[in-house]
Structures are given as structure tokens and as C-alpha cells.
């Protein structure tokens, strides 16, 4: 008979994790039980999954016990605490950034490098949002031609942040329109350079992010990413403008071949009708989106391209349940 998985969702009240109960009412895994927890601050307030009425429990290390799939959408300081507990009992599903750059915790996009998966140690982790769409989208180029240095401009939506970021765009936008004095900081028709931390070198947390994540997926140590990350007043799905030097000869019919076959990415062109991805098309689709692409001409071998994609679910939720997903089929 086929084994039947107790699931667990940690931050099941958050923007990803509302996302995954989502995803998991139509997952291929066969369900036998899910439980979801969050905070304190969570206690008393119940999801819906299927047709049922779940209460969210407090977070508690009692219910690794009895899981076999844990997916932890908490935040990294919740994954550092509770993952080494967890991992002892059930697979732990990583959404935050806090084991990625673990040699030992394969950090995977299915469609590029599942082949990691084969060495788990009871730790999974899914990658930044950003680097998850800015690879689909390049991953064709790097396996055909070569990549030599990639260079790129985001511009992320507020839902990349949680739930906080979201109520400060709604906030600040509404005090806006209402004429309020706004400050250098407000969101509202504003933006802003990424909002982690800068390193001494001027680096946001993002950026590094992004380039250090995309090393270990492609096992490139000498992959070169120029980038600059900037949150826009969008509530989801995030965007980068993407210019990619190849190492071999490129042909423009020859780049949307390599791309056409890409799993999980799609071309979206209409030249006639001006219609290149924007957010609102890409919000609540699984792919990610590709359009404007074109050769550099100020450059041999560059190809620029315009990549939209919704970052709560190829950059997040969706990832981490064909990480689960692709696990079980290896079983
Ligand atoms: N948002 C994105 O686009 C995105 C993309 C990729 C990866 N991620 C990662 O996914 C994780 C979740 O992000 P999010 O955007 O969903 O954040 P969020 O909307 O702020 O949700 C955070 C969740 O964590 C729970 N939580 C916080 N502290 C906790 C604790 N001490 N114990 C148990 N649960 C706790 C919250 O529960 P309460 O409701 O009870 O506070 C809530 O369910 C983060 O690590 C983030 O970096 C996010």
C-alpha cells in the first residue's frame, strides 16, 4: 500500500505558509495527517484545508515527532532553533535562509539541479526567491552557451518582506493619498534599495544572496553576478531586468530555443500588442515569465531579458512542495 505522510507546516499564518496549504490541498504526496502551528500570537485562530476546520497550535518541538514532512516558512531564526531538533524525526523542508549556504544542506530548484536532492541529510533547503527567477530564466543559456557573467536589476514586491512589508505599502500608500507628509522611508509611490543589511562593501543581504545561492545551485565557484536589488510599491511578484554574457557564440533563434524548452519557464512576447510580463499577469501562476529578449548590442555575446515571477510561489511555497515532491518520487 502507498505510504501516506504526516505534514507539518511551520508558519502556517504567514504569507508562504498560507500559500502551501494552498499548493498541498492538490499535491500529488498523499496526505495522512497535516498539522499547523505558528506563534503564540497565532493561538486560537484556525485555516481551512479541504474541507476542514484546522486550529493553529503553538509551535512546539512534541510535533516533530510524529511527522515525516516538516516545511518550516517561519523565518530563519525559527529554522536555526528548531531544524536541529526536527531533523532527528522528519524531512525538514527549509523556506528561510538559514542552512542554504550549509555544505552539507542541498539547496535546490527542481527543474535545475535535482539531482542534489540524492544527498540530503534530513535538511532540504529552497533558495532565495530572486535567485530561484533569475536562474529559470538563465539556466537554458548557462547549459547551451556558457554563462560568463550575469548582470541584473530587481525590483521586488512588498510580499517578498511578509506580512509587515505588505501592511507598510498599504499604510503608507493610504496616509499618502490622504496628503500626509511623507518621509524619505515611506513606500507609498516610493521605492527603495532592498531592505536588509548593507555589508562593508556596500552589499545588501539580497544581493549577496543572490549571488552566493546561484554559485552553490550551479556548482560554479566562478560564476560572476553584478546585481542591485530594489523593492518596489508592488504587492506581488517580483521582476529583473537581466543581461547575460554567454561564453559561446549566440544567436538570438538559437537562445529561444534553449528557453522554449525550459520546464517551469515562459516566453511571453507579444510584440504587436506590447505585452511583456508585468506582475499582475505573473501573480498566482507556478512559472516564471520571460519577454523582451533580446541581443546586446553593445556587447558580443549578451542577451538582455525582462523576467517576471511570482516570488511567494516558484520563489517559495510552490518550490519548496516540488522539493517535497521530487523527494518522494526518489523514494
Ligand atoms: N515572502 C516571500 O516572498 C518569501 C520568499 C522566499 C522565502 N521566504 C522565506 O519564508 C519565510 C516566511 O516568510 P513570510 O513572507 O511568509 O513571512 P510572514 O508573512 O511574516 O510569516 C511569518 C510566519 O512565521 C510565524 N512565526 C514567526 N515567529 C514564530 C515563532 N517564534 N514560532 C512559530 N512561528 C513563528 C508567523 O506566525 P504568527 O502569525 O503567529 O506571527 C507566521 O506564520 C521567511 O524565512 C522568508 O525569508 C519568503
Known sequence: MDKKYNVL??????LVGQELLSLLETTSIPIA???CCASFRSKGKTVKFHEETLPIVELDP????HCDIAFFCAGGTVSQEFIPIARKHTLCIDLSSAFRLDPDVPLVIPEINKEALLHHQGVIASPNCTATLLLMAIY?????FGVRRIVTSTYQAASGGGITLIRKLLNDTESALQGHKQSSESYGFNLFLHNSPLSEEKFSAEEIKLKEESKKIL??????????????????AHS????????KDLHLESVYTAMRNMPGLQIQEDL???LFPTPFMASFQKETFVGRIRLDPTRKNCVDMWVVGDQLLKGAAYNGLQIAEQVIALL
Open 9 to 14: 507546516i511551520v508558519g502556517a499564518t504567514g
Open 33 to 35: 495527517s497535516l498539522t
Open 62 to 65: 512534541k510535533l516533530f515527532m
Open 140 to 144: 537554458p543559456l548557462y547549459k547551451e
Open 219 to 236: 556548482s560554479d565557484p566562478s560564476l560572476s553576478i553584478s546585481a542591485t536589488c530594489v523593492r518596489v510599491p508592488v504587492l506581488r
Open 240 to 247: 529583473l531586468s537581466v543581461n547575460v554574457e554567454c561564453a
Open 272 to 274: 504587436d500588442a506590447a
